[in-house]
């Protein structure tokens, strides 16, 4: 069996169609004895025969032959003119790039003005003065493709120019020339390979097209545009001498085109790729959702306005599935804000989009668990067994979220008013000039001034302070009884930061406005100023919770602990610089998680046990609770 | 905005001086003497007399300043100069199928964006399911059909076998509407299976890549129906990159029509372009190209005005 690496397969097949059109063209002397010109008056129009396989055309040629023998014009036209647009492109392109200046202006004003041509034309234009031919195609493909090519190489040397092996190979005094063409060229080579791949297809297509027109190649050559021509004169009597050519073509374009395509994948990544998702779609099987009950204080779990409990939500990837968040169990109480906190990849931002159902599909799922919330009309809701509309119903209304970005978490082509309004118009279904009134009380207090203004404002006419304002403007327009705030002030300055903070808080305060709210950060600094209890959650799992002061006096997990003598701290009396602590050791990659505790690498405290198994959650004062069987000693 | 449209104005100016430049630059930049190229061909040397005749008639026996100004000024009162064949004004033939071209083109870019739009919706909500992967299969394989052949065979299958319609021609809008219409359809619908398949790609990618986005993710916690969040926070905004590529590819038609055209018999100016080539009268040839590539220019100008208007964030720039 073959064995041939994923990234390959997808190019291997049209590089094969590709290959045998290339070698049919190759070996035509060899593949049949006729003379693709040779004329014989007596046997026009002769049906197939087993000397001509696919008969004679109105001159009584052999079709076959003309066929591979169209293969060859069409081919070296393409591969000439291919090759020497993208050595003269290239070239151009590459010193346009490095040096800028003049050179740049030169190559690549000149480049976009040829490419703002319809090719054809420019074709055509060159063909009335000198005539048509295999020649004058030759060299009309070059003036047209070299452009394309210069393009390329010059946005990819830009961006190559600055890169630090380029800098040492300038500062290791490498000639200019050496530079170009043996550390820059081969880096950029991916695009430039697509490129004269796109050339090649776009080459075909318009020789056929000339020769088509009688302009490309001239009679009695084989091209097959021009037995197309040729046999479209009398398709009503026998249609095979046409449809062939129309085939061949076809097929050769096709292979050429499928062949970019791959290329295109397998050079630019980044691109919205056909293959890799049709692969992972098939992939996709999940477990089915157990029933995964695990300890959640009963008491509290009966009066919360949230509870979840083993809530697991995977992922694939291409490495396999990943659990990014796994047996999360946590309460929220009305009013209550309870801070969710990890370092990036913790799996925090993926718990608070579970709640709401909000799961990037179809890579992520929330495979077991229980999402349990009370309503505003004091009924209690599984959000995981709602159906798109169900969770429609609760999104916006019962849990609102605020999101880490506000820039992009704004539609930019509609006035932050309207953006407000929508959320009212859906689930209060009032009028649109209504919803837009209420917008501006809502703008009014999250603190923006002249909000019957500010409405009609887009968002990039606002800072980001301000699109974090419209946003919680957002989220409390229908009064919810619950806000996930996902890392509101992360992006934001730091003035800005406490301000939102602040804001926050102030809205929580009022009266008429009591929510729970799951604040979801990495800054402990933050937790300490807003939440009441907190979770700390480590590759996917909460390993310690509990109330905000107990647990930053003293921390039940060495993970925790850590965290907590990672802020920066500057002793007040002294005036001294503490050393900033880091926890030793990387957090380890969800798709190789230890059996055990995920943090045991990393801790000075794990025994054999830690390593082996999963510790249980302990109980290690008033609601608060570890992961951790040694929390004694740390205390200790 | 104003010094948005202003600048945008301006670069479109500049490219039509350079491109009336290079047009009247390529005769001179072909090796060789220009009036004995053309008149070449056939292996006979032309006769000096023609040569001469030929190079007084193109102006080519002024200085070369001289003749870049009869040129320029010719073209800025809407002279091109006289046919080779018959002495007709170029200016008038083009005003007379210009129209005709154009409504081709708008014709069978209104077809391809009805069919590709869509359906390049359709796939990226279906992303990676047998609808998706079936379309996507389909633009690929009509994207590789070159449009002369799609052209050829639906003239054998439609006109010659079926006989529905006519193998091609043409009948002024004036004297018989619905007749016109029909003989409208080949050739716009020949043009508008290639150019639907890549409406359809760039749609798809572009839907795509915008259901991305952290506004939708916003839109669906606002708890917004999903056709709600489809229509008004991935579609609307999908649609001005779309309407972009759409726009710079009726361009591109501007000189694919060519080849349709000529296989349908539509009397257009690119057609006629071919006829022109054919006999190698410059005069027609470089007035075609000249008229095409200021609407070329022209409608890039327009789409980016248009984009204007679709994006707020360049508006109020």
């Given at each position: ?73 069409s ?43 319809p090719p054809i034309l420019?074709a055509l ?76 297809s776009s080459a075909v297509l318009i020789e056929s097209g000339l020769s088509f027109l009688g302009l490309g ?7 097959w545009g021009l037995m197309i021509r040729?046999?479209r ?9 046409l449809l062939?050519p129309c085939i061949a073509l076809t097929i050769t374009v096709l292979?050429v085109n ?379 | ?100 071209t154009?409504?081709l083109i708008?014709a069978a870019t209104?077809l391809s964006?009805?069919i590709g ?21 389909g633009a690929g394989l009509m994207l590789s059909v070159p449009v002369f052949v799609t052209g050829t065979l639906m003239v054998l299958l439609f ?8 193998a091609g ?15 409208l359809l080949m050739p716009a619908a020949t043009i508008a299976i290639g150019f639907s398949a890549a409406i359809f790609r ?47 590819q009726m361009g591109t038609l501007l000189g694919g029509t060519v080849l349709v055209e000529y296989v349908f018999n539509w009397?257009g100016l690119s057609g006629?372009l071919v ?43």
């Amino acid at each position: 069996m073959l064995n041939i690496d994923a990234k390959y397969r997808n190019i291997l097949p049209p590089l094969i169609g590709v290959a045998l059109v290339f070698l049919l063209a190759l070996l035509a002397p060899f593949i049949t004895g006729h003379d693709p010109v040779h004329m014989s008056i007596s046997e026009r129009m002769a049906p197939p025969s087993m000397e001509h396989l696919l008969g004679q055309d109105n001159y009584g040629r052999d079709i076959f032959s003309r066929l591979l023998y169209g293969a060859r014009v069409s081919i070296a036209v393409a591969l000439f003119s291919a090759l020497s647009a993208g050595i003269l492109g290239i070239t151009i392109g590459i010193i346009g790039g490095y040096f800028g200046g003049i050179a740049e202006l030169i190559t690549v004003r000149l480049a976009d003005i040829i490419l703002s041509f319809p090719p054809i034309l420019l074709a055509l234009l060159i063909v009335t003065i000198l005539g048509p031919g295999v020649e004058t195609l030759g060299l009309v493909l070059t003036i047209l493709y070299m452009p394309g090519y210069a393009r390329v190489a010059y946005g990819e040397t830009l961006s190559m120019r600055q890169l630090e092996f380029v800098e040492a190979a300038r500062a290791l005094g490498s000639p200019t020339w050496r530079i170009l063409a043996l550390t820059i060229l081969p880096n950029i080579l991916g695009p430039l390979i697509v490129q004269f791949s796109l050339t090649v297809s776009s080459a075909v297509l318009i020789e056929s097209g000339l020769s088509f027109l009688g302009l490309g190649v001239v009679p009695p050559d084989p091209s097959w545009g021009l037995m197309i021509r040729e046999a479209r004169a009398y398709m009503v009597y026998t249609p095979m001498p046409l449809l062939w050519p129309c085939i061949a073509l076809t097929i050769t374009v096709l292979a050429v085109n499928s062949l970019c395509d791959a290329l295109r994948d397998f050079y630019d990544p980044r691109a919205v790729s056909t293959n890799f998702l049709a692969n992972l779609a098939k992939t996709l099987i999940y477990a089915p959702i157990a029933k995964d009950y695990s300890q959640i204080d009963a008491q509290k779990a009966e009066s919360a306005l949230l509870s979840t409990s083993g809530l697991r939500t995977e992922f694939v990837t291409p490495k396999g599935r990943i659990r990014a968040s796994n047996d999360v169990s946590f309460t929220v109480a009305p009013g209550e804000t309870v801070a969710l906190v990890g370092e990036s990849g913790s799996g925090k931002t993926i718990t608070g989009l579970s709640v709401l159902g909000l799961v990037p599909e179809p890579l992520g799922k929330m495979t077991s668990g229980q999402v349990a919330l009370r309503s505003k009309s004091d009924e209690i809701i599984c959000i995981e067994e709602l159906d798109d509309e169900g969770l429609q119903q609760v999104r916006g209304d019962e849990i609102a979220m605020v999101f880490q970005e506000p820039m992009s978490s704004l539609n930019p082509v509609y006035p932050v008013g309207e953006q407000i309004a929508e959320s009212l118009r859906y689930h209060r279904k009032i009028s649109r000039p209504q919803a837009l009134l209420t917008a501006v009380d809502l703008l009014e207090s999250v603190g923006i001034s002249d909000p019957a203004k500010r409405i009609k404002d887009y968002p990039h006419q606002m800072s980001g302070g301000m699109q974090q304002r419209v946003m919680i403007a957002m989220a409390l327009s229908c009064s919810p009884s619950l806000i996930i705030a996902d890392e509101p002030t992360t992006a934001l300055d730091v003035t800005i930061q406490a301000q939102i903070l602040e804001l926050l808080r102030n809205i929580r305060n009022q009266e008429n406005r009591s929510f729970g709210m799951l604040f979801i950060t990495h800054n402990l600094g933050v937790v300490a100023e807003i939440a009441d209890r907190v979770l700390v959650m480590y590759c996917g799992r909460i390993v310690e919770s509990g109330p905000v002061s107990n647990l930053f006096r003293s921390p039940a997990h060495p993970y925790t602990k850590g965290l907590l003598a990672s802020i920066p701290h500057i002793d007040h009396s002294s005036g001294d610089r503490q050393p900033l602590y880091a926890i030793p050791g990387t957090v380890p990659a969800l798709d190789e998680l230890p059996p055990g505790c995920a943090f045991a690498p990393r801790c000075n405290l794990a025994i054999e046990a830690c390593v082996q198994e999963l510790p249980e959650l302990e109980v290690v004062g008033d609601g608060h609770w570890s992961r951790c069987p040694r929390w004694r000693e740390l205390r200790g | 905005m104003w010094r948005y449209i202003i600048k945008r104005v301006f670069i479109a100016l500049m490219l039509v001086f350079v491109v009336t430049s290079i047009v009247f630059l390529v005769i001179h930049l072909i090796p060789g003497d220009p009036a004995m190229l053309l008149l070449s061909g056939g292996g006979v040397d032309p006769a000096p007399e023609v040569v001469d005749a030929m190079r007084r008639r193109l102006g080519l026996d002024l200085p070369i300043w001289t003749q870049y100004i009869n040129y320029v000024t010719g073209i800025l009162q809407g002279d091109f100069g006289t046919s080779f064949q018959d002495d007709h004004p170029v200016a008038e033939e083009i005003a007379k199928r210009l129209p005709r071209t154009i409504e081709l083109i708008l014709a069978a870019t209104a077809l391809s964006i009805l069919i590709g739009v869509p359906l390049g919706i359709l796939a990226a909500l279906q992303h990676g399911k047998y609808v998706d992967r079936t379309l996507a299969l389909g633009a690929g394989l009509m994207l590789s059909v070159p449009v002369f052949v799609t052209g050829t065979l639906m003239v054998l299958l439609f006109a010659q076998e079926l006989r529905w319609v006519p193998a091609g021609g043409f009948v002024a809008f004036s004297r018989d509407p619905v007749q016109h219409l029909i003989f409208l359809l080949m050739p716009a619908a020949t043009i508008a299976i290639g150019f639907s398949a890549a409406i359809f790609r760039m749609t798809r990618t572009t839907v795509l890549e915008t259901l991305k986005r952290d506004w939708v993710r916003t839109a669906r916690a606002k708890g917004l129906p999903r056709s709600v969040v489809i229509r008004r926070h991935v579609v609307r905004n999908a649609m001005g990159p779309v309407m972009t590529v759409i726009g710079l590819q009726m361009g591109t038609l501007l000189g694919g029509t060519v080849l349709v055209e000529y296989v349908f018999n539509w009397p257009g100016l690119s057609g006629f372009l071919v006829v022109a080539v054919e006999s190698r009268d410059y005069p027609e040839v470089q007035g075609i190209i000249l008229v095409i590539s200021f609407l070329f220019i022209m409608l890039n100008l327009l789409v980016d005005l248009l984009y204007s208007v679709l994006d707020p964030r360049i508006r109020l720039e």
